[in-house]
């Protein structure tokens, strides 16, 4: 992918000249007018582009949605607002704007598309994370108890603890040759010293404890793991039912019909229903009447030297993967009006609606 808008564009222009140069464009695009690009959008439209692609000509053609559809919308727009488009394709103009350039990219098949702008994310400041509820107040505590405490049970003191515990042991020898009054106030402040102490301790563990919490995910492991598979199984149900037409229909050698989406017994394929080529798609079985005012109108198909004429876009309705093209006056002159075949006006056989 081009790091730059300017490089993108270098790139779509340079695989035009290439393409075109290796003889892989379509005739549209090798002489391009404005007419041209314009029927070559609606092929482009006919062979099924991704959503980006969609959106791209979407705010190109139609960007308020005026018409009814995407393809009604490039079958009107004005051919001379393609004058840019042209002079583009054809190096003449060195600064286009921004949806002209996509839009080429689309008729060229430049890969990978659409351009998307990149942002270096490197000199941006890190958050810094904010320092952990009460460690400010705690900082002074935490200090005090990284100290050695008097241990308990049959453990071997600590040096801080074995002084203290001398130290009081020499002050309680020294409580007998002491005034009863006296004896009481220093057990007494003796007393208050194990108390800190045993608070410190305390104040100390309920630290610990709220620095490493035991994680609500380990505790929920079974419940998140079933979880998981419930919303897999619903993923999976949903896509099934989005994906299973509820209605088909059927070529019948003229135009498409409604068929039974089960039915085994059509001579063609069976495919979901498609309401804009059930009503608007049929194959022109007149080619005699063609004529100058079809140019870009009328779709064709070059089929082992047969040429069939269809009134709308798309691909071949028998031969899969073979895409449409609009019309041109030397295919017209060639192959219609006068020059038709005449076993090009036969009458196909027409399934009645199931």
């Given at each position: 992918?081009?790091?730059?808008?300017?490089?993108?564009?270098?790139?779509?222009?340079?695989?035009?000249?290439?393409?075109?140069?290796?003889?892989?464009?379509?005739?549209?695009?090798?002489?391009?007018?404005?007419?041209?690009?314009?029927?070559?959008?609606?092929?482009?439209?006919?062979?099924?582009?991704?959503?980006?692609?969609?959106?791209?000509?979407?705010?190109?053609?139609?960007?308020?949605?005026?018409?009814?559809?995407?393809?009604?919308?490039?079958?009107?727009?004005?051919?001379?607002?393609?004058?840019?488009?042209?002079?583009?394709?054809?190096?003449?103009?060195?600064?286009?704007?921004?949806?002209?350039?996509?839009?080429?990219?689309?008729?060229?098949?430049?890969?990978?598309?659409?351009?998307?702008?990149?942002?270096?994310?490197?000199?941006?400041?890190?958050?810094?994370?904010?320092?952990?509820?009460?460690?400010?107040?705690?900082?002074?505590?935490?200090?005090?108890?990284?100290?050695?405490?008097?241990?308990?049970?049959?453990?071997?003191?600590?040096?801080?603890?074995?002084?203290?515990?001398?130290?009081?042991?020499?002050?309680?020898?020294?409580?007998?040759?002491?005034?009863?009054?006296?004896?009481?106030?220093?057990?007494?402040?003796?007393?208050?010293?194990?108390?800190?102490?045993n608070e410190m301790r305390q104040n100390r563990e309920n630290i610990d404890r709220f620095k490493y919490p035991q994680s609500f995910f380990t505790k929920n492991k079974l419940v998140l793991r079933f979880s998981g598979v419930a919303l897999l199984v619903f993923a999976i149900l949903t896509t099934v039912h989005f994906l299973t037409p509820e209605e088909c229909m059927c070529w019948n050698g003229e135009k498409y019909i409604e068929v039974d989406c089960q039915s085994k017994t059509q001579p063609y394929q069976?495919?979901?229903?498609?309401?804009?080529?059930?009503?608007?798609?049929?194959?022109?079985?007149?080619?005699?009447?063609?004529?100058?005012?079809?140019?870009?109108?009328?779709?064709?198909?070059?089929?082992?030297?047969?040429?069939?004429?269809?009134?709308?876009?798309?691909?071949?309705?028998?031969?899969?993967?073979?895409?449409?093209?609009?019309?041109?006056?030397?295919?017209?002159?060639?192959?219609?009006?006068?020059?038709?075949?005449?076993?090009?006006?036969?009458?196909?056989?027409?399934?009645?609606?199931?």
């Open positions: 992918m081009p790091t730059t808008f300017a490089k993108f564009k270098e790139e779509v222009l340079a695989l035009y000249e290439a393409k075109k140069n290796n003889h892989e464009l379509d005739d549209l695009l090798v002489n391009p007018s404005p007419a041209k690009l314009r029927d070559y959008c609606l092929v482009r439209l006919s062979e099924g582009l991704p959503p980006e692609d969609i959106e791209i000509l979407q705010k190109f053609f139609d960007p308020y949605k005026k018409e009814k559809n995407l393809e009604e919308a490039i079958a009107k727009y004005n051919t001379g607002s393609l004058k840019a488009l042209q002079k583009f394709a054809l190096n003449i103009t060195q600064d286009p704007e921004d949806r002209v350039v996509k839009l080429l990219a689309i008729l060229v098949d430049y890969q990978p598309r659409p351009f998307r702008y990149s942002y270096d994310s490197s000199t941006l400041d890190e958050p810094k994370d904010p320092p952990p509820i009460g460690e400010e107040k705690s900082s002074s505590l935490t200090d005090k108890l990284d100290a050695p405490l008097i241990p308990t049970g049959d453990k071997e003191p600590t040096s801080q603890g074995s002084s203290m515990i001398s130290t009081l042991t020499g002050e309680n020898k020294e409580l007998k040759d002491k005034p009863e009054e006296e004896k009481a106030e220093e057990l007494i402040d003796d007393l208050d010293v194990q108390d800190d102490l069976v495919i979901g229903l498609d309401k804009n080529k059930l009503e608007g798609f049929v194959k022109i079985t007149r080619p005699d009447t063609l004529g100058p005012k079809d140019v870009g109108r009328v779709w064709y198909s070059k089929i082992n030297h047969e040429v069939e004429f269809f009134t709308g876009p798309g691909y071949h309705p028998t031969e899969f993967g073979r895409s449409l093209k609009a019309a041109t006056m030397r295919i017209l002159d060639s192959y219609a009006g006068a020059n038709a075949k005449g076993d090009q006006n036969k009458k196909y056989g027409i399934m009645q609606k199931q």
